[in-house]
């Protein structure tokens, strides 16, 4: 499974979209790029996956661009809720366990 | 909804001890898995299970053993619990056969600490 960097930290004031990026230039035509967010003291969240086109969902949307070698995970109106750490993951869609390898994450902390 | 659920949120135990970490979920769900998270690591997998009676081993499954008697249960045993096994541990479930994808879903996690 492909390597994923995040920053460690970035900061969104409540009711702004908060931008999160990932770069996975390592990956593969066969693996997906999926985010958890993890809550203080909770276990992760799964949010949302996606392979080459853009998704959206209630909670969030997922940018990837054309090369695949980066991402955008966006929540378009963060809340104070939302404060937790966000996971990029790729992982191979020819896995059939579905490990997921977690690195650091990035600390979104969003601001009143 | 999904509900995944451990059976301790807290728990402390002695060096030595035998340590049963129990997890359910509701979903019929085929996949299970057992994590232990520590700071500046992230989360490491420990054992999974693809079915009843089965399972692998994931990276770390030194000092644990697993069982899945029934396919909503899976169970971590820790045989002699040591210091360095104090840690917050997730179970996870997911739905699909091999080679499907599906999100995991997580349980709100067992701090454990070995004293």
């Known amino acids: 499974d492909a390597k994923t960097t995040q920053p460690t930290s970035m900061d969104c004031a409540e009711g702004r979209a908060a931008n999160l990026p990932c770069n996975h230039s390592t990956i593969s035509g066969n693996e997906y790029v999926y985010w958890y967010r993890q809550i203080h003291s909770q276990g992760p969240q799964y949010i949302i996956h996606?392979?080459?086109n853009n998704e959206t969902n209630e909670m969030a949307s997922l940018i990837i661009t054309e090369d695949r070698k980066s991402s955008t995970l966006i929540l378009p109106h963060a809340t104070l809720r939302d404060t937790a750490v966000y996971y990029c993951?790729?992982?191979?869609?020819?896995?059939?366990?579905?490990?997921?390898?977690f690195g650091q994450g990035t600390t979104l902390q969003v601001k009143p | 909804d999904v509900k995944v659920t451990q059976s301790s949120r807290y728990l402390v135990k002695r060096t030595g001890e035998k340590v049963f970490l129990e997890c359910v979920q509701d979903m019929d769900h085929e996949n299970m898995f057992w994590y232990r998270q520590d700071p500046g690591l992230g989360l490491r997998l420990i054992y999974f299970?693809?079915?009843?009676?089965?399972?692998e081993k994931g990276d770390i499954p030194e000092g644990y053993s697993v069982s899945r008697e029934k396919k909503e249960r899976f169970s971590l045993i820790l045989e002699s619990a040591s210091t360095n096994q104090t840690s917050m541990y997730l179970c996870?479930?997911?739905?699909?056969?091999?080679?499907?994808?599906?999100?995991?879903?997580f349980g709100p996690g067992t701090r454990l600490t070995v004293t």
């Open positions: 993951i790729v992982r191979s869609v020819s896995s059939n366990t579905g490990k997921l390898i």
């Open positions: 996870a479930s997911r739905g699909g056969s091999g080679g499907l994808l599906g999100e995991q879903y």
């Open positions: 996606g392979l080459k």
């Open positions: 299970s693809y079915d009843v009676k089965m399972k």
